[in-house]
């Protein structure tokens, strides 16, 4: 199945008004009993949920089926507990960052803040390299702690598409990244959630801006998979359901690039994974701080 979270009031971000909802196909929407597709993971018993509300619609007289365009779709975890994101985990952009290939894992954290949703403008201020960098996104389903691969593997809620939009010029002041990917309301993230029964294998990851594909990539070529990478993380914080994971860009960065390229006012940056969906954000950037 695929859940999304839709937005009912209008506002580009934040933890309130929203729902979450089952995709029906298209933009057709069932509304479900939760604030959002992270509130609903945590529930017990989420899917008998989602499978009474299929069942109540079924018998109503009326469809409680809704239609709502891509902006209407708010960010899938508006509220997520903890965002964990791993760089330099795909071998090409690895190499085209000048590095060797990680024992370990590259981590580090963003706050629920930077999420907004699939056909939000993203603004920029204070940056002059902006970047792009398609990733496939896990969402943790079980709690987690000090858990192995298997474990691990049966705790993935989903996978969602994201793009850690990132501020070359902040990230790079310091060795630390942190301050060149928390900008707020930057990270697109959605359109919706499909569920790990429904994965099949690995998945394409694609990255456009303005129409030109400049990413390409398949999750088979993952340093650190999806399973190892929570395993990793659950060995010195525990992950709850609702949590997200940023899995890693592949190559095609525009700071990769020779020259360097980067995101100009108005560009449109897509993020797409074949068989969940397509993130599609306009950028606009004031240089000034």
Not at 144 to 161: K, M, P
Request: one cysteine or more.
């Amino acid at each position: 199945m695929k859940l999304a979270t839709l937005r009912t009031d209008g506002r580009r971000t934040g933890r309130n008004g929203t729902t979450a909802a089952l995709a029906l196909g298209g933009d057709r929407y069932l509304p479900l009993p939760a604030a959002d597709a992270g509130a609903l993971l945590v529930a017990d018993g989420w899917r008998a949920l989602v499978q009474n509300a299929v069942a109540a619609d079924a018998a109503a007289p009326e469809s409680a089926v809704v239609a709502v365009p891509q902006s209407g779709l708010a960010p899938l975890l508006p509220a997520a507990g903890k965002v964990i994101c791993c760089g330099l985990n795909y071998g090409d952009h690895i190499q085209e960052m000048g590095r060797e290939l990680p024992a370990y894992p590259t981590l580090f954290a963003k706050y629920a803040d930077t999420l907004t949703g699939p056909a939000d403008t993203i603004q920029v201020h204070g940056s002059e390299r902006v970047d792009w960098e398609a990733e496939l996104a896990v969402v943790v389903g079980a709690e987690l702690f000090r858990a192995d691969e298997d474990e691990a593997q049966r705790g993935i809620a989903g996978f969602t598409v994201a793009n850690d939009v990132s501020m070359r010029d902040w990230q790079n002041r310091t060795l630390q990244w942190f301050q060149g990917k928390a900008f707020d309301a930057t990270t697109p993230l959605g359109p919706v959630l499909l569920t790990a029964d429904e994965a099949e294998g690995d998945f394409e990851v694609r990255g456009y801006v303005n129409g030109e594909l400049v990413q390409h990539g398949n999750t088979a070529t993952l340093v650190f998979g999806p399973a190892r990478l929570l395993s990793y993380i659950s060995q010195f914080t525990v992950l709850r359901p609702g949590d997200l994971v940023l899995t890693g860009t592949p190559g095609g960065v525009g700071m990769g690039m020779v020259p360097p390229r980067f995101l100009q006012d108005g560009d449109v940056i897509t993020t797409e994974i074949d068989g969940i969906g397509r993130l599609e954000n306009r950028i606009r950037i004031n240089t000034k701080e």
